[in-house]
């Protein structure tokens, strides 16, 4: 069993970053993360997701949403995934979950019924 926590979440003015991390409890080894988000009103979406490597490397995938503003990554030893949100929009306001999968090949990490576990969220609100 996996659980999943979030944390870094908040408020901050357009422009702005903020850095989000999920810690994982129990044994991650192999697994793919991913961020997704979901906004008042709106379907859960992607965000990010990184596949699984014994390095703390990894291929990334972004939503063209939030190329090249946030950045993926992970750190195994710490069980964690990080998501580093630069240049954030009003657009951005949402609750953002990580979710790990344990199908740490897996090339659709974008679709959320890949992943077996999610955490429950962090806010992140940006104000223009």
């Known amino acids: 069993q996996v659980q999943l926590e979030e944390s870094g979440g908040g408020s901050v003015q357009a422009g702005g970053s903020l850095k989000l991390s999920c810690t994982a409890s129990?044994?991650?080894?192999?697994?793919?993360m991913g961020w997704f988000r979901q906004a008042p009103g709106k379907e859960r979406e992607f965000v990010a997701a990184?596949?699984?490597?014994?390095?703390?490397?990894?291929?990334?995938y972004y939503a063209d949403s939030v190329k090249g503003r946030f950045t993926i990554s992970r750190d195994n030893a710490k069980n964690t995934v990080y998501l580093q949100m630069n240049s954030l929009k009003s657009e951005d306001t949402a609750v953002y979950c990580c979710?790990?999968?344990?199908?740490?090949?897996?090339?659709?990490?974008?679709?959320?019924?890949?992943?077996?576990?999610w955490g429950q969220g962090t806010q992140v609100t940006v104000s223009s």
């Open positions: 990184i596949k699984w490597s014994i390095w703390n490397g990894g291929i990334t």
């Open positions: 979710a790990a999968s344990q199908k740490g090949g897996s090339s659709r990490l974008d679709s959320p019924g890949e992943y077996d576990y």
């Open positions: 129990g044994r991650t080894f192999g697994y793919s």
